[in-house]
């Protein structure tokens, strides 16, 4: 079993950034690719960008492409999302992910995902 633990929400103004943190215990060995998704009051969660286990591939969704940035630290066991120029749409609950198959394929489906943590909230305040 993995466990995963989010940080680093909060509240902060539009314009503002933050930065996620999502730490991996238990059989982190068996994890490679790591997600980010978010879930906004009523709407469905989605798809917020994926990194594979070396880190050297990521893929974004289309919302927020060059202005947030996933990244991890394999030695600590630690996945990342820094938030940029956020916008009150950004506002939501964010929710890490681990697979894992290892498989390089970079998931865009949290149903996909073997592991999954509580979640964080952010708000953006306009």
């Known amino acids: 079993q993995v466990q995963l633990v989010e940080s680093g929400g909060g509240l902060v103004q539009a314009g503002g950034s933050l930065r996620l943190s999502c730490a991996a215990s238990g059989r982190t060995s068996s994890v490679y690719v790591m997600g980010w998704f978010r879930q906004a009051p009523g709407k469905e969660r989605e798809f917020v960008a994926a990194i594979s286990r070396g880190g050297g591939t990521t893929t974004y969704a289309d919302s927020v492409k060059g202005r947030f940035t996933i990244s991890r630290d394999n030695a600590k066991n630690t996945v990342y999302l820094q938030l940029n120029s956020l916008k009150p749409e950004d506002t939501a609950v964010y929710y890490c992910?681990?697979?894992?198959?290892?498989?390089?394929?970079?998931?865009?489906?949290?149903?996909?995902?073997?592991?999954g943590g509580q979640g964080t909230q952010v708000t953006v305040s306009s």
């Open positions: 992910a681990a697979d894992r198959s290892p498989s390089a394929y970079l998931e865009r489906l949290w149903g996909n995902y073997d592991y």
